[in-house]
């Protein structure tokens, strides 16, 4: 018994050490915030179920056949300070405490893309000996401790210009010497950025200005939406000394107010900002003194249109269904890049990404609402356009249940149930059927419960349930079925009840016929062996009964008269004289007291039924045939 009990114990203490093992599950997550670049900081983390005390981590790097170890620690969490390409690929992770391991996490993609560069001019217009202007160098995703290299070009190839922290180079008065083509990069550490784009920086001799001041539109006359636009109104005073003023009008309206600035900046320009604009130079202090340039027209065009929200199949679907919101915007720009959002009400359901579309799967009524999108070019957060909203409509599924031919049916017939569903018309809807809120019937494609052979047991009160794609379920009404006894059934056990009745009575009144007759003399027939014994004989003589007066004992006789009609068939020729066309055999039984013969007649019984049988025929008229009487005595 204490071998068994020992069995017993080793075998549940491996059954939990393996569920304790199978419920050991590596996750490998990557902590980024979006885009990953060379030379960013990021992260994998090993998530191990449970209680994770002493584990060491190993993480695995797949190349395109196999995988090898790539590092094993403590930590939980793997850190790249400053990723570069060659670590972009496949990982995943597991742990170990002595030889217990547990389950390979999912393979995580670590994608790390090339950080590019972008050189801009920024000025206003046309660069004259003496302006300002700068050199934006711009890197991709979030350049944190980045140094920026500025090249420019000598006769073959480019040189370093300057190395600097800040991302822009400004020239505060620049000259025809710095004129030339430039060009940058970023570095850190040992991992560079690619080559920015080419910029030419012109440097002009100071114009020889007339009287009449120029409007000059920069960068051009066609912009897009959230460009900048200035407006540079150039003149030149003939006098030294003569401080000029500038005023800027669009169409027939003054933009901005009078300003010793010879330029107005129209920050991220939207279509309304269209129109023919010109410029107002006078003297300070000289009202009278004005002098207007010529209009010059500015268009803004959208860099990408007003988007539009579609919900497809519809904007009234039913519960159960897929959603498919497609936000759709035209971009006017090449090369323009836009990210969507989608929200409902006043909540994002997804973060920003390139996709146009959001799926919603097996709707609900709770997601009922107004839902929109919101669309912007990517790298630009001014820039964002919002569609109009939609009322999206969401209706519960109707289920419901009936029975064929009735719900009320006989025991052995068929009966079918029929589960019924107005709404989602999906081809994976599965059906459930119940009685009395248990299932009889579950997961099947059929909406049909048929009962071939109904009987008591399946009465009860049934429903059924409708699920899309193992999703929520939709219940019926209730229906309530009975089965009843056939009419029939019925009455062959009333008939079989009343015959077994009968035969019991039968059976009863047989054994008290039994009881009263037991013990009775036998019964003898013959007049001439009771004569010569010396018994007492009862003749007949017309009805009546006569008892030998040698009894002691009178007793009360009863007549039992019993009349036989003798069918035709029981007639032959050869038969006695006796008559018996239509004859009627009368039988007088008379019950009455023997007297004792000691030496003969049994003790224990004095009784004798006698029977006086008496032929007559149907007018009464006595019989040809011995009338004798025939005595049968009963024991």
Known sequence: MQTSEFCLLVCLTAVMSSAQFEERRAKLQL????????????????????????????????????????????????????????????????AGKGEVYSKYSEY??????????????????????????????????????????IYKWGLTYPYLYKKQTESTLTFSSVTHSQRGQYQCGGVKGGVYSTYS??????????????????????????????????????????????????????????????????????????????????????EEGKETEKKESDSKPLTVKERF???????????????????????????????????????????????????????????????????WCEVKEEGKETEKKQSDSLQLTIKAMYV?????????????????????????????????????????????????????????????SYMCAVESSGRRQTYSNEIEIEVKESPLTIVYLSVGLGLGFLILVLLLLLLFACRKTRGLPSIRSSK????????????????????????????????????????????????SAVEFNNDVVYSNLVKGKLMKKREKMPEESTEVLYSDIKLKNATGASATADSSSLYASIR
């Open 31 to 94: 902590k980024s915030d979006g885009r990953i670049y060379e030379g960013d900081e990021v992260s994998l983390h090993c998530q191990l179920d449970g209680n994770a005390v002493g584990w060491t981590y190993e993480i695995y790097k797949r190349e395109s056949t196999y995988q090898y170890f790539y590092k094993v620690h403590t930590e939980s969490t793997l850190t790249f300070s400053s990723v570069t390409h060659s670590q972009r690929g496949q990982y995943r992770c597991r």
């Open 108 to 149: 995580v993609w670590l994608e790390v893309s090339e950080r590019g560069a972008k050189l801009q001019l920024k000025s206003d217009g046309p660069i004259y000996e003496g302006d300002e202007v700068s050199l934006d160098c711009q890197l991709d995703g979030n350049p944190v401790g980045w140094t920026y290299e």
């Open 197 to 282: 784009n080419d910029v030419w920086l012109e440097v002009l001799a100071p114009p020889n200005l007339p009287n009449k001041p120029i409007l000059i539109v920069l960068p051009s006359a066609l912009v897009c939406e959230g460009d900048t636009v200035t407006l540079r109104c150039l003149s030149k005073s003939k006098v030294t000394g003569t401080q000029l003023t500038y005023r800027f009008y669009k169409d027939e309206t003054p933009v901005g107010q009078e300003t010793k600035q010879n330029k107005f900046t129209v920050q991220s320009a939207q279509q309304s900002d269209t129109g023919r604009y010109w410029c107002e130079v006078k």
């Open 305 to 371: 249109s007003k988007p539009t929200l579609s919900v497809l199949p519809s904007v009234s679907v039913w519960e159960g269904e897929t959603v498919t919101l497609r936000c759709l915007s035209k971009s006017e720009v090449t090369g323009t890049q836009l990210r969507y959002k989608f929200c409902r009400d006043e909540t994002p359901l997804s973060e920003e990404t390139q996709q146009n579309e959001f799926t919603v799967e097996s709707v609900h009524q709770k997601q009922t609402g107004k839902y």
């Open 400 to 460: 419901t249940l009936s029975a064929s031919p009735s719900t009320s049916v006989k025991v052995g017939d068929s009966i079918n149930l029929t589960c019924t569903w107005e709404g989602n018309m999906s081809s994976t809807l599965i059906f459930s059927f119940l009685r009395n809120n248990e299932t009889v019937k579950s997961s099947s494609d059929s909406a049909v419960f048929s009962i071939n052979q109904a009987d008591k047991i399946h009465s009860g």
């Open 528 to 575: 001439t062996g009771r004569k010569e014994k010396g018994e007492d004989v009862i003749t007949p003589s017309e009805g009546a009964n006569q008892m030998d007066p040698s009894n002691k004992e009178e007793e009360n006789t009863d007549m039992l008269y019993s009349e036989l009609m003798d069918s035709p068939k029981a007639r032959n020729k050869g038969d």
